[in-house]
């Protein structure tokens, strides 16, 4: 996170709407309750700005427009909706074995990850298997 003190109000509520889709985002991946709840606190310090803000300037934001909540969302997910702000260390907790991943507009189950590679191994039932690469499939939430 950026310190914010010299930034304008437009770009502080830009910047604080991102911020809660990524805390959102933490919130699901995240195994742990105690992180879990963290999450949600800062996602509900982060509603509370933006709606402030929001109310004060009659601005739209991504609480009330669908389509603000689309435009900040494409900044922060790449066209298959795969994260591009998770920093290394929460990759594990995305690509978590056992998740459900959609690929190809089906439903597949992570079944291995292999880093050195930066492949998913994908399966949907018992016969079907796919290898693909990663940020080619998106974890379903």
């Known amino acids: 996170m950026c310190k914010t003190r010299n930034w304008s109000t437009a770009e502080y509520f830009l910047l604080v709407q991102k911020e809660y889709i990524q805390a959102e985002l933490r919130r699901k991946i995240y195994p742990n309750a105690k992180d879990k709840r963290y999450y949600l606190k800062v996602m ?29 969302k494409e900044g922060l997910f790449t066209p298959e909706g795969v994260p591009t702000f998770l920093e290394p260390h929460e990759l594990a907790h995305y690509y978590f074995k056992g998740s459900d991943f959609s690929y190809d507009g089906e439903i ?24 693909v690469e990663v940020g080619k499939a998106c974890r379903i939430l």
Do not use: A, H, P
């Open 108 to 131: 597949y189950k992570l079944f291995d990850v292999n880093w050195e590679t930066n492949c998913l191994f994908l399966k949907k039932g018992e016969d079907t298997r796919v290898n």
């Open 44 to 72: 509900n310090f982060k509603k509370e700005k933006i709606e402030d803000i929001s109310e004060r300037c009659k601005l739209k934001n991504i609480f009330n427009s669908k389509e603000k909540l689309q435009e900040v």
